[in-house]
T-cell receptor, first 112, second 113 residues
């Protein structure tokens, strides 16, 4: 059973702080990792993807991948109230159907 | 490009009724997916398709059926609706699986009473 685990939260941070969102996965064969943002009542949209160990930065967002420890994280610097949303982690298993497995998401609240 | 479109946006069904949720994409994507999302939960895969004429079950296929006669369309059929099928349904597509981004439709909010 492929599993992707996320703390459901809510994670509450003040405006301007760094928000850290974490995701662990069970299958060591996982090869592709995605972070989607979902505003309330809306559909998910891609924020970041990462394939290799280490950090990947895009503006205020940084994805971190550690395959040995089987976790992937998303850091949001200078958090804004507009970042308040649910963040879904998705993991694709290579060598098979490649269909992604989603975590249940972490709710982030950025308060002014 | 319209991306991924879904109809209807909202629907209320009575127990035992049937309906089809429509999904169309205009990005020439090979892969299409149907998910359901219950409150506070992540996305559960119902069915997926890797191309026209090819479909396969996901994690929660019971009570649903799909077909893929064209690259663009991937309808989801609910037979004999039950209250447990009350959920938000998202259709998504991607060019391939593996390392590709999924593009989601706006969703259909279904209530079964």
């Amino acid at each position: 059973q492929k599993e992707v685990e996320q703390n459901s939260g809510p994670l509450s941070v003040p405006e301007g702080a760094i928000a850290s969102l974490n995701c662990t996965y069970s299958d060591r064969g996982s090869q592709s990792f995605f972070w989607y943002r979902q505003y309330s009542g809306k559909s998910p949209e891609l924020i970041m993807f990462i394939y290799s160990n280490g950090d990947k930065e895009d503006g205020r967002f940084t994805a971190q991948l550690n395959k040995a420890s089987q976790y992937v994280s998303l850091l949001i610097r200078d958090s804004q109230p507009s970042d308040s949303a649910t963040y879904l982690c998705a993991v694709n298993i290579g060598g098979g159907s490649y269909i992604p497995t989603f975590g249940r998401g972490t709710s982030l609240i950025v308060h002014p | 490009n319209a991306g991924v479109t879904q109809t209807p946006k909202f629907r209320i069904l009575k127990i035992g009724q049937s309906m089809t949720l429509q999904c169309t994409q205009d990005m020439n994507h090979n892969y299409m997916y149907w998910y359901r999302q219950d409150p506070g939960m992540g996305l559960k895969l119902i069915y997926y398709s890797v191309g026209a004429g090819i479909t396969d079950k996901g994690e929660v296929p019971n009570g649903y059926n799909v077909s893929r006669s064209t690259t663009e369309d991937f309808p989801l059929r609910l037979e004999l609706a039950a209250p447990s099928q009350t959920s938000v349904y998202f259709c998504a597509s991607s060019y391939s699986a593996g390392g590709d981004e999924q593009f989601f439709g706006p969703g259909t909010r279904l209530t079964v009473l």
